[in-house]
């Protein structure tokens, strides 16, 4: 007895996009560096909150465009 739902296409996609946004967000940094007073540390996490809802809108209005 299988106990996991199928996944289309399109959601394992943005799904695999997303983890690997998060793991190149979280890949240790060990620059010093500071861009107008924040740490690139900040700045990769600014972008992954940024970043994870365009890809994830943009995978679910392609997935509505394939029906």
Not at 8 to 22: E, G
Not at 32 to 56: D, E, H, K
């Given at each position: 007895?299988?106990n996991?739902?199928?996944?289309?296409k399109?959601?394992?996609?943005c799904?695999?996009a997303l983890?690997?946004?998060c793991v190149?967000?979280?890949?240790?940094i060990?620059?010093?560096?500071?861009i107008?007073?924040?740490?690139?540390?900040g700045?990769?996490?600014g972008?992954?909150?940024f970043?994870a809802?365009?890809?994830t809108l943009?995978?679910?209005?392609k997935?509505?465009?394939s029906?």
């Amino acid at each position: 007895m299988n106990n996991w739902f199928s996944m289309k296409k399109t959601d394992f996609i943005c799904f695999v996009a997303l983890v690997i946004l998060c793991v190149i967000s979280f890949l240790p940094i060990r620059s010093t560096s500071l861009i107008y007073g924040i740490a690139l540390f900040g700045w990769v996490q600014g972008l992954l909150m940024f970043a994870a809802p365009l890809v994830t809108l943009f995978f679910v209005l392609k997935s509505k465009d394939s029906k």
